[in-house]
């Protein structure tokens, strides 16, 4: 059955763990499913979903896992929007994992395509930002003019 | 009325005094973010200048902005050469208190904002124009009390004269309620006076006489502001403001004032 049949029915969940400092690791972990009439459910994860630069770097380097799972065997074909090139190609099974390196400064779109029926299946961003620590600084308390 | 006013004002150094010290939080400012308030309620701006009416608040905007070095404070906007925790020197830009007094029924951003600029009676001939000060500002913070001093030119070529003030203020959480108390004395230099002030002969339609100011003279403030929160981005706030004139300004034939007391209560939405 085409995945691109199935009913839009969304469901997002994430946890996110910034580690602040001189390390621009985030380590974070985020699961997308898509559930089509028959339940049938895919499930794609980018680990982490935010890669942060430090204020001198002008590129985020990381090696991501890339997980996709489905109840049913499939083969796969996964995407970057980096390159019109396939990551990776898997044979037919539930579950695919790959180790994937980047060096990238603006966000990068992973889509998940079925190889037998080359529609897209599923598709996630990986956010690369900034890092920007939070400063304060003295309020100079010099209020509204005449009051 | 104004002894009631007091009153508030001298329960808040009061209580300011004995309060235990926190963290300072309440005197920081958390950068590249915007602060925009706006507040409703009743207010009052009294106008020195005899035969006027004062000026009524219904609402009253608050707007902050700081970043690494540029920061706009409301009417004033400045750019840090130094600062660190404790420390600050900053080059900045202020509008000047004395030319509102002639200019609220001129000066549409206070219209705006819901202030109602009605006279009495007209002042003919007396005009003085808005002027604008630059210079330098130097704060240290000295146990959750900000230690300031800035020293402001004329900068629109209105009077040439400029001012110089000397600030304490702090502001404390009392739980969720923060409360600011500023004190400060702002010596106004002879230029400034004369400019705005001085009366000649013609000018003295209403006010019989003239005046020349002798020499500098020095305003005293005290300043009280609380913001109680009462929900998701609301807060009961009240500020109150007493200047005391100098002998200087209280002096001229203009003048009907030794003091001026400007108030607003109501509630706020900070966005």
């Known amino acids: 059955m085409p995945f691109s049949t199935w009913q839009s029915s969304l469901i997002a969940k994430g946890s996110l763990i910034l580690c602040f400092g001189f390390t621009p690791v985030v380590s974070a972990q985020f699961s997308w499913q898509k559930e089509n009439k028959n339940n049938q459910i895919g499930d794609f994860q980018l680990i982490p979903h935010t890669c942060v630069m430090e204020k001198q770097q002008t590129t985020c380097t990381r090696e991501l896992t890339i997980t996709f799972s489905s109840h049913f065997p499939k083969a796969i074909c996964i995407y970057s929007s980096l390159s019109k090139q396939p990551i990776t190609c898997t044979d037919t099974r539930t579950k695919h994992v790959v180790m994937h390196s980047i060096d990238s400064s603006h966000d990068i779109t992973f889509t998940v395509f079925d190889s037998q029926s080359n529609t897209e299946i599923a598709k996630k961003t990986l956010e690369v930002t900034q890092f920007r620590p939070v400063t304060k600084r003295i309020k100079r308390q010099y209020g509204i003019g005449l009051l | 009325m104004i002894m009631g006013k007091m009153t508030v004002v001298f329960a808040a150094v009061t209580m300011l005094a004995f309060a235990v010290q926190t963290k300072a939080e309440a005197e920081y400012i958390t950068t590249q973010d915007w602060n925009f308030s706006l507040s409703f309620g009743y207010g009052e701006l009294q106008n020195p200048i005899g035969n006027t009416d004062n000026v009524t608040l219904y609402a009253l905007p608050n707007v902050q902005f700081y970043n690494d070095r540029f920061f706009i404070d409301n009417t004033t906007v400045g750019y840090s050469l130094f600062e660190n925790n404790h420390l600050y020197f900053d080059i900045i830009g202020q509008l000047n208190d004395d030319g509102l007094y002639f200019n609220f029924e001129d000066f549409g951003v206070l219209s705006a904002i819901g202030l109602d600029a009605a006279r009495g009676i007209d002042l ?59 004190l400060s004395a702002t010596r106004k230099s002879h230029d400034l006076l004369r400019y705005y002030y001085q009366i000649e002969q013609s000018e003295s339609v209403i006010f019989a006489g003239t005046y020349v100011p002798e020499s500098a003279g020095i305003n005293y403030q005290i300043h009280f502001t609380i913001d109680q929160p009462i929900g998701r981005g609301w807060f009961l706030t009240g500020a109150l403001k007493r200047t005391f004139l100098s002998n200087q300004i209280s002096d001229s034939i203009i003048i009907e004032r030794h003091h001026i007391d400007n108030y607003f209560a109501g509630v706020k939405y900070a966005f």
């Open chain 2, 124 to 182: 003919p001939n007396i005009e003085r124009d808005i002027s604008y000060l630059g210079g330098v500002g130097l704060g240290y913070l000295w146990h959750d009390t900000l230690i300031s001093m800035t020293w402001l030119n004329d900068i629109t070529n209105t009077h040439h004269g400029d001012e110089l003030t000397v600030k304490v203020g702090r502001q404390h959480n009392f739980g969720e309620t923060q409360i600011g108390l500023n």
